[in-house]
């Protein structure tokens, strides 16, 4: 993976405590402007950790629905500039001229996943392809999901400032894990990984964050059938959820867990 700067970075910093005052340092996480540029056409500008890029173009693009498939980004350039970094991808035939009937500007903080939409009508995502098929999870299975996380955090056991999501599947455990100061950004990233690793999306979302809908939108975009988070979920999450068929199980801890859709994927006790 190309970083075109540090994920974090130490900053002075003085501390107060019940011992008094104390000078020291402190890891902090960057964030950094990223154009994702389609066929030479600014699409989005994101605030994201400078990490894993090739991941977020490809994620971010495939859940965008910009692309059905990773075969169909032709080339992918990464371009630092003094105000940013843009991703520029150049795509196959079909994309290209499907994303120019319907080009839209984004401009996005951290914390959003649907700023800068043209209207309410573009609130509309094309449907999702098929979610896999997966067996039945045990309560034990959604706990060693949720647990995997903690290992997989550098950047967030080092700052206490990112997100992260991950792919959980079965009797592999953590399959792949990205971390970014936007909680939007770690799941289009993880999405970009699966599918350059050509991973099968029959597994489990992991998530540190709450589940709002964009995160339910992007899980369906790429056919993961089950969506686990430590936070709640937003209503709209939940009804987005259902309508996709995507299992969503949130509130999960060590000592438990709640379930808002689909609990069939689940063997529950009575």
Known sequence: ??????????????????????????????????AIVHDGSA???????????EDFAVGFSL??????????????????????????LWLASRPSAALAARRRSLAGPTGCGLCGIESLE??????????????????GAIREAMASLDAGQVLGSRTRAVHAAGFWREGDGLVLLREDVGRHNAVDKLVGAMARAGAAPAGVLVLTSRVSVELVEKAAAAAIPVIAAV????????????????????????????????????????
Do not use: N
């Open 63 to 88: 859940t965008e629905g910009v692309i059905a498939d990773r075969s169909e980004v032709r080339d992918l350039d990464i371009e630092v500039g003094e105000l940013g970094v843009e991703l520029r």
């Open 231 to 270: 936070s709640a979920p937003t209503a709209l999450a939940i009804r987005t959820a259902e309508a996709a068929g995507v299992t969503l199980v949130a509130v999960a801890r060590a000592d438990g867990f709640e379930v808002f859709t689909r609990p069939d994927r689940l063997c529950l006790a009575g």
């Open 1 to 34: 993976m190309q970083d075109v700067s540090p994920s974090a970075i130490t900053v002075d910093r003085l501390a107060s405590g019940a011992a008094g005052v104390s000078a020291g340092q402190r890891w902090v996480a960057e964030e950094t402007p990223i």
């Open 43 to 53: 699409y989005a500008v994101m605030m994201a950790t400078p990490a894993d890029l």
């Open 122 to 139: 573009a609130l509309r995502r094309p449907k999702s392809r098929p979610l896999a098929e997966i067996a039945r999870l045990s309560p």
